[in-house]
C-alpha cells in the first residue's frame, strides 16, 4: 500500500510518501512546503494545494493520512491549521482519495508502543522503520509517521475502504497484493 502522510499547517506542512507494509516499507518522497506569513492568505492556500496535488499525482497514493486533532492554545494559530487542513482535504476529495485521520497519541503509540512518547523517540522510530540517515526536518517527519501509522493501522481498517484502495491500485495499474 501506497500512504501519502500529512502534517497540516499554514506556514509548514509536511508531506511524505510510504509504499509497503508495517514489516517493509519504503521512503518514497518528503517535504516540507512553507509558505511565507507575508503572502497573502489566497496565494499561500494555493502553494499547499499545488503541492499536494503534485504529491498525490506522482506518486498515485492509496489513501492519506492527516494529522486530525488540530486543538491549539492560540485560537488564530488553530485557525490557520484549520485552513491547510481544508486545502488538503479538498484536494483529497477532488481525487476520490480517501483520508484518515490520526491524533499525535496514535501515532506515538503505533510508532513507539506508548502514547506518552518524546518527540526524538518517533523521530528515531521514522528513521529505523524506513532506514534514513536523515530527514528533511521535523514536519516531514511527523507526516511520515502518520504515514506509517496508518500502514500499521490498515489491516484494522474497514473492509470496504481497503478494498477501495486496492480497487484505486489495480485502476493505476499496480498488481493486488497476494
Not at 476529495?93 to 508502543?113: E, F, S, T
Amino acid at each position: 500500500m501506497r500512504v501519502l502522510g500529512v502534517d497540516p499547517g499554514l506556514a509548514n506542512l509536511g508531506l511524505g510518501v510510504v509504499d509497503g507494509d508495517v514489516r517493509r516499507a519504503v521512503c518514497l518522497h518528503q517535504e516540507c512546503v512553507t509558505t511565507p506569513s507575508s503572502q497573502e492568505m489566497g496565494q499561500r492556500l494555493l502553494t499547499l494545494h499545488r503541492h499536494v496535488s503534485a504529491v498525490i499525482d506522482e506518486f498515485q497514493p492509496d489513501a492519506v493520512a492527516l494529522e486530525d486533532q488540530i486543538l491549539r492554545r492560540q485560537a488564530d494559530v488553530a485557525f490557520k491549521v484549520g485552513q491547510a487542513y481544508g486545502v488538503v482535504q479538498l484536494t483529497c476529495g477532488q481525487r476520490g482519495l480517501p483520508v484518515y485521520g490520526y491524533g499525535p497519541m496514535q501515532v506515538k503509540k503505533a510508532l513507539v508502543g506508548t502514547g506518552r512518547a518524546e518527540k526524538e523517540q518517533v523521530i528515531y522510530m521514522v528513521r529505523a522503520n524506513l532506514g534514513l540517515r536523515a530527514l528533511t526536518n521535523n514536519h516531514a517527519a511527523d507526516a511520515l509517521a502518520l504515514a506509517l501509522t496508518h500502514l500499521a493501522s490498515a489491516p484494522l481498517a474497514s473492509r470496504s475502504a481497503l478494498e477501495v484502495a486496492l480497487q484505486a491500485a489495480e485502476k493505476r495499474g499496480r498488481r493486488r497484493p497476494a
